[in-house]
């Protein structure tokens, strides 16, 4: 088991707090396991060459596969190339190494290409989801403000380590939820247990923390008697103001976002509630998320005498868009077209080091590595025009440029830049940082639900998706990244689940684990807000795991507002509905 503690008064204090409390609230929610399922499977080629090795594979993270492999091998980096196609989805599963260093070694041993594809049934043997267990405590005065809020996560990361210790950590100190509470005590466990190793997917464990804190949080209005929005506006957390890991909270739209949901669904003016068995409900949902760090990005950009350009990186483009994004920041500084702009895919023989494409970093992390190296070519290409005797202050196509320095179409200019934002770790005995996260994401939803009373059965009428992307780099790119989010924590929140039975998985096929089809997805909407990150690369900041964020929450919200019950596991099916409807009319169902 390992721990991380975030603390902001010691635990005696926090407790002073609780017995003084005019209320004190306390619940625990729990989250299923389940799998990221990407349509392309885990898939890796190794071919064995003069003294060297190239690894094809669909991985998040090349350039540390080919460190890890390289030190496996006692080799230098040099003698490992690692090449990455765009991917058909990852969501966090292809992270770290995975097939690579099995290929790896058979290829050494056999001297011939070797190559391992997963079935889609073997993919639930690979990684999954981490199952939660959540407790929460909070104190309210008498002002309905939140005075304290203990939380002890528990997350089950299965046989292996994986990336869950980090899961831990960086997901962990953001338990306490987007509110401004003077007294947190943070406790997140992760656990060794018996079943398929549990590692980063989408959200990186935020969604499990939104899906507790939200629900608690709208328990708390409920009991207090209290609008849930208006008991969420008195407590939401504010930008100069601490989070609960002690770094000052800076270009995070939390109030703006909860507003955008508030007016997109009308929540002041009345609606229809059903009638009969058909009930009708609201409920909306806000999370918080720090981005990854300490990491490290790198980029090249390469311009050549005709005044096309090459970008080299080595992040994974598995339909986010990375790479569209980057071409327009490049093209906007050298004033080029972006179509124009040639993007390399992730080849360590050719493209420099980036840590990973994981946890919504690209866009700001490699976005930034991206603006500097563009920027460095463009302060050459100035450099060169003033050689070539152009008078300056003049944008001149590099076309020119370069015919003119050199009386030909010859020559280019290459643009190198590292990015590593500030970050100071997290204090090893409480858990406190003035500088925990480079930018902070931000989003939520809205849901308006049916449910029937006899079966149990849930209809979504309206999910609205609202998320804080700073200034959009491509704002069609970043709806589309809303609304594949929203889809997938759909089907986390309703269907989803990994049957084991003795540590044995028992649905492992597209037949029996059921994920969202076109005809499950309700009528959604989905809402960017735009809050300039000023860190950010033209003000952007990443934005693939906010729509996961508040979904799950804000249908439990809403199936209680219709029919008061509060659901407090994943996933919420007909009969967790119904079985909670019968228990609280006082039956129970025949087989209880």
């Given amino acids: 088991m390992q721990g991380t503690q975030a603390v902001h008064k010691d635990d005696a204090s926090i407790e002073d707090v609780f017995a003084s409390a005019h209320r004190v609230f306390e619940h625990t ?65 292809k992270v770290y190494v995975k097939l690579e260093a099995l290929v790896a070694a058979l290829a050494m041993l056999a001297r011939r290409p070797v190559k391992i594809a997963l079935t889609m049934e073997e993919q639930f043997y690979m990684i999954t989801k981490h199952p939660t267990t959540f407790r929460i405590k909070s104190g309210v005065d008498k002002d309905g403000r939140l005075v304290a809020r203990s939380c002890e996560v528990y997350w089950n990361g299965g046989a292996y380590a994986d990336i869950g210790p980090r899961v831990t950590q960086k997901s962990g100190f953001t338990a306490a939820g987007p509110y401004d509470i003077e007294n947190v005590s943070i406790d997140s466990y992760a656990l060794y247990t018996n079943r398929t190793p549990a590692g980063a997917l989408r959200g990186f464990g935020v969604p499990q923390l939104v899906w507790g804190y939200e629900s608690h949080t709208d328990l708390i209005a409920r009991e207090l008697g209290v609008d849930p929005v208006a008991f969420r506006r008195k407590n939401i957390l504010r930008n100069g103001r601490p989070q609960a890991s002690g770094t000052v909270l800076q270009d995070a739209a939390i109030a703006e976002v909860l507003e955008a949901l508030v007016a997109r669904i009308c929540w002041d003016a009345p609606f229809d509630r059903g009638a009969g068995t058909l009930r009708r409900g609201r409920g909306i949902a806000i999370g918080l998320k720090a981005s ?26 598995m339909g986010q868009g990375a790479d569209t994004a980057f071409a327009q920041i490049v093209g906007e500084i050298l004033d080029v077209k972006a179509e124009d702009v040639r ?20 866009l700001f992390h490699m976005g930034n590595a991206v603006r500097l190296a563009a920027e460095d070519a463009r302060a050459k290409l100035r450099a060169l025009a003033a050689e070539a005797g152009l008078p300056a202050g003049t ?32 204090d090893a005995q409480s858990g406190m940082s003035e500088n925990v ?26 999910l609205i998706n609202a998320a804080d992307c700073g200034k959009p780099i491509n704002p069609a790119v970043a709806r589309t990244q809303l609304s594949g989010a929203s889809i997938m924590q759909l089907g986390f929140t309703l269907s989803e689940a990994m049957q ?27 809402e960017l807000v735009e809050a300039e990150q000023h860190s950010g ?56």
């Fill in 500 to 526: 084991l039975d003795g540590g044995q998985v028992t649905n492992a096929s597209l037949a029996d684990y059921k994920i969202p089809g076109i005809g499950d997805i309700p009528p959604m909407e989905n």
């Fill in 29 to 93: 929610f729990k989250t299923q396991q389940c799998l990221h399922l990407p349509f392309e499977s885990h898939v890796a080629i190794a071919e064995p060459g003069d003294a060297r090795l190239t690894i094809y594979t669909s991985n998040q993270t090349p350039s540390f596969v080919r460190i890890e492999i390289a030190r496996l091998f006692g080799w230098p980096e040099n003698r490992v190339r690692v090449k990455v196609p765009y991917l058909g989805g990852g969501y966090g599963s």
């Fill in 537 to 592: 690369p033209f003000g952007a900041k990443g934005l693939g795991e906010s729509g996961t964020f508040g979904v799950s929450p804000a249908i439990a919200n809403a199936i209680h507002d219709a029919v008061g019950v509060r659901i407090a596991e994943l996933p919420i099916t007909a009969e967790a509905v119904l079985r909670a409807l019968r228990a609280k009319d006082g039956r129970l169902l025949e087989d209880d």
């Fill in 292 to 317: 990854i760090s300490p990491t490290t990005s790198v980029a090249v950009v390469n311009v050549s005498a005709d005044g096309s350009v090459y970008l080299y990186k080595s992040t994974v483009d």
């Fill in 395 to 426: 944008n001149y196509p590099p076309a020119e440029i370069f015919k003119k320095r050199y009386g030909m179409q010859a020559g280019n200019v290459i643009g190198t830049a590292s990015f590593i934002p500030k970050y100071q770790p997290p």
């Fill in 437 to 462: 996260t480079p930018f902070w994401m931000v989003g939520g939803a809205a849901a308006e639900v049916e449910v029937d009373t006899e079966t149990g059965q849930i209809r979504i009428l309206r």
């Fill in 343 to 362: 993007v390399v895919a992730p080849d360590t023989d050719i493209t420099p080091y980036d840590m990973g494409t994981l946890g919504s970093r690209s």
